[in-house]
C-alpha cells in the first residue's frame, strides 16, 4: 500500500510583526454623551475612554485591514507572494459571503494563498494566532498573515447605553512564521455558550429582511460580562501562564483585549502584576475595537518603546459567543 506525504513539521513558530490602521475620525465622549443622556466625566470614569477614533463613510473595514496588512509584511521583511495562509478575525465584514480573507489575500498580493474569516468576536484575534501557530508548526503554512479588524461604527445604535459608546474602529495584523526558539506558547481557548446572549445584536438579518425588526446593532448586558471577564477570565489568564511555564513576574507585558479600563484594572488587581509588568490600555484613545484591539494595542506599546523586541506578553481577548483566547508570545 502506497504511503502518504506530509508537511515538514517545524518545532517553533513566532510573531514577526505588527501592523495598525485605526479610523480616520478622532470622536470625544462629548460627541456621543448627548444621544445616551449623559456626560463626558460619566463615560470617562465607567470605561476609561477619553476619545475613541472611527472609520469615516469612505472608509472601509477591508482599507484599514489592508493598510494594518501591508505594514506587517514590510516590517517581516517577507514578499507577499510568501504568506501562505490568510485569517481574517472580523464580525463586521458587510458581506456573508465571499470571505474578507479571500478579497485581502487579493489586495495584499498573496493569492493563491488560503483564506478564511474568524467570527469569534473580541477573542477572535488570539483565535486566529492559534490557528497561524498550528498551521505554522505543521508545516501546513510557512508564513501566515492575521488580521482582526473591524468596522463597529456600521452597526451602532448611537442611543444605546451598553455598548455603542464604548466602540471605535481599526485593524490589526500579523505576521506568524517559523523560529528556532519558542515564540507562541499553547493557546488556552474556548467558548462559554450558555452566556451566548450577553453581547450580541438587537435581531437577525433575517428579521430585518421580512420587515418584522430594524436593523441590527451591537447590544451587551454589562454586568454579566463585566463579572464574567473579570473572574473567569483571570482563570484563563492563569492558566495561560502555566500552560507557557512562566509565571506572571516573567512577563513584560499584559495585552488584554480592550473592552473597558474598569476590567482591564480588575484583572491586573487580580493576577497580581508586578509593578514592571506593562498593562495596556489604548483604549482611553481607541475605544473599544473587538477584534483588532489586541494587535493595536500591542502596536501602540512598541512605537511608544513602552516594550521591545524579545520581550514576553501576555494577551488575552474576550467577548461574544461568549468565546475567550490566551497565549504567552515574544512580542516581535
Avoid at 11 to 23: F, P
Avoid at 25 to 41: F, H, K, M, Y
Avoid at 265 to 283: G, Y
Wanted: one cysteine or more; glycine letters at 10%; charged letters at 20%.
Amino acid at each position: 500500500m502506497a504511503k502518504l506525504n506530509q508537511s515538514t513539521a517545524v518545532a517553533y513558530s513566532k510573531i514577526y510583526s505588527v501592523g495598525a490602521a485605526r479610523g480616520d475620525l478622532t470622536v470625544t465622549n462629548d460627541d456621543v454623551a448627548g444621544p445616551i443622556n449623559s456626560s463626558d466625566e460619566w463615560i470617562t470614569q465607567r470605561t476609561g475612554i477619553i476619545t475613541r477614533k472611527r472609520a469615516s463613510k469612505d472608509r472601509s473595514l477591508m482599507d484599514m485591514a489592508l493598510e494594518a496588512s501591508n505594514e506587517a509584511i514590510k516590517k517581516a521583511g517577507i514578499k507577499p507572494s510568501e504568506i501562505e495562509a490568510v485569517i481574517f478575525s472580523t464580525i463586521t465584514h458587510p458581506y456573508q459571503t465571499p470571505s474578507a480573507a479571500a478579497l485581502l489575500t487579493e489586495l495584499v498580493g498573496a493569492s493563491p494563498a488560503p483564506a478564511f474569516d474568524i467570527s469569534a468576536a473580541c477573542a477572535g484575534y488570539c483565535y486566529g494566532i492559534a490557528q497561524a501557530d498550528s498551521l505554522v508548526r505543521s508545516g501546513t503554512a510557512k508564513y501566515v498573515l492575521v488580521v482582526g479588524g473591524e468596522k463597529l461604527t456600521d452597526f451602532i445604535d448611537p442611543t444605546d447605553r451598553s455598548i455603542s459608546f464604548l466602540l471605535g474602529d481599526g485593524a490589526g495584523a500579523a505576521i506568524v512564521g517559523p523560529s528556532d526558539t519558542p515564540g507562541i506558547s499553547k493557546s488556552v481557548w474556548g467558548s462559554d455558550g450558555s452566556k451566548w446572549e450577553a453581547v450580541g445584536m438587537t435581531g437577525s438579518l433575517l428579521d430585518f429582511r421580512d420587515g418584522t425588526g430594524a436593523w441590527p446593532t451591537l447590544v451587551q448586558e454589562g454586568q454579566t460580562v463585566f463579572r464574567w471577564a473579570v473572574w473567569e477570565m483571570v482563570k484563563v489568564a492563569k492558566q495561560a501562564l502555566e500552560v507557557a511555564g512562566v509565571k506572571a513576574e516573567d512577563l513584560n507585558a499584559i495585552v488584554m483585549h480592550q473592552a473597558n479600563e474598569r476590567i482591564i484594572d480588575e484583572m491586573a488587581k487580580q493576577l497580581a502584576l508586578p509593578e514592571h509588568v506593562v498593562v495596556a490600555k489604548d483604549i482611553k484613545t481607541s475605544g473599544n475595537t473587538s477584534a483588532a484591539s489586541i494587535p493595536l494595542a500591542m502596536h501602540a506599546l512598541l512605537e511608544e518603546g513602552q516594550i521591545k523586541s524579545g520581550d514576553l506578553a501576555l494577551q488575552i481577548g474576550f467577548g461574544a459567543g461568549l468565546a475567550f483566547g490566551a497565549q504567552v508570545v515574544v512580542v516581535p
